[in-house]
């Protein structure tokens, strides 16, 4: 299960915008969606109107919707949760998804995330991957879940997986906090990216590489543009380049054509 909720856990709706891809590419089908009337308040979160194809007006409500992918060639069944953080009742809300990964038998709960941190745009966004399940933590080589403070519908959901002894893992990606006023893509194909090596699972980029590239270069003209924020990112370069220089190890390098390979595989037409 692959999770990933609007609001307060969505940075430039860089989670949300990852399962999003999935549901398209992986053509989903909708299988549950949560009465929003106990989470949700409607004056902060309006429905909307809106037609559809045969002109039909109609009425969405905001709430939290459950999707059954089977990506191809995998064997494995995938449910992608597409929600939007409740306004209230959130221990409720919880146990109707546990209900959900009780019923489904999920082996593995993953939720998405994304936070604005002082990151430079032109630089790979960060992704990290942590859990609370020692034995995962471990076995994958994860961040152990070191944060302390306030967290969101996405804390509190793994939380209670762990609790009840299922899996989960989170992972969120860093958006650079001055540029956060749009969706960045270059994020949720990041965190797309994480989600493959983990789980050695095929995922078909399909436009999501063009749309980070269009991200990328209005990013780099706002810096142009813009003297004191040219400064500030070049700030943040050298401080990233100083105390976070990947190498480039013969494992890395490995993983990273193994990836490209199943990619390319999974992107060819029949």
Not at 143 to 163: H, K
Not at 210 to 236: F, I, M, N, T
């Amino acid at each position: 299960m692959i999770a990933a909720f609007e609001g307060w856990n969505d940075a430039a709706e860089a989670a949300t915008g990852a399962v999003d891809h999935l549901i398209e590419e992986w053509d989903a089908e909708l299988v549950l969606a949560i009465d929003p009337e106990d989470y949700y308040d409607f004056q902060v979160k309006r429905p909307e109107v809106e037609f559809d194809d045969e002109g039909v007006r109609r009425l969405t409500w905001p709430t939290t919707r459950i999707y059954l992918a089977r990506p191809d060639d995998t064997g494995r069944d995938v449910l992608l949760i597409r929600g939007i953080e409740p306004n209230m009742r959130w221990r409720g809300f919880c146990r109707e998804l546990l209900e959900v990964v009780d019923e489904s038998n999920a082996q593995l709960i993953v939720v998405l995330g994304a936070l604005l941190a002082d990151s430079p745009h032109t630089r790979p966004i960060p992704v990290t991957a942590s859990s609370s399940d020692p034995e995962l933590t471990a076995s994958w080589s994860l961040e152990p879940s070191s944060y302390e403070g306030p967290t969101g519908i996405t804390g509190v959901f793994a939380d209670l997986c762990t609790s009840l002894g299922v899996p989960a893992v989170s992972i969120w990606s860093a958006i650079p906090h001055y540029i956060a006023g749009t969706p960045c893509p270059k994020a949720s194909l990041a965190l797309l990216s994480k989600i493959e090596a983990l789980l050695d699972l095929p995922i078909p980029e399909g436009d999501l590489p063009e749309l980070a590239r269009a991200w990328q270069r209005g990013a780099d003209e706002l810096s142009e543009e813009d003297p004191e924020v040219a400064e500030y990112v070049a700030s943040l370069e050298e401080q990233r380049d100083t105390t976070d220089l990947p190498e480039a190890s013969g494992d890395a390098i490995a993983a990273e054509f193994e990836r490209y390979l199943r990619r390319r595989n999974t992107d060819r037409p029949e």
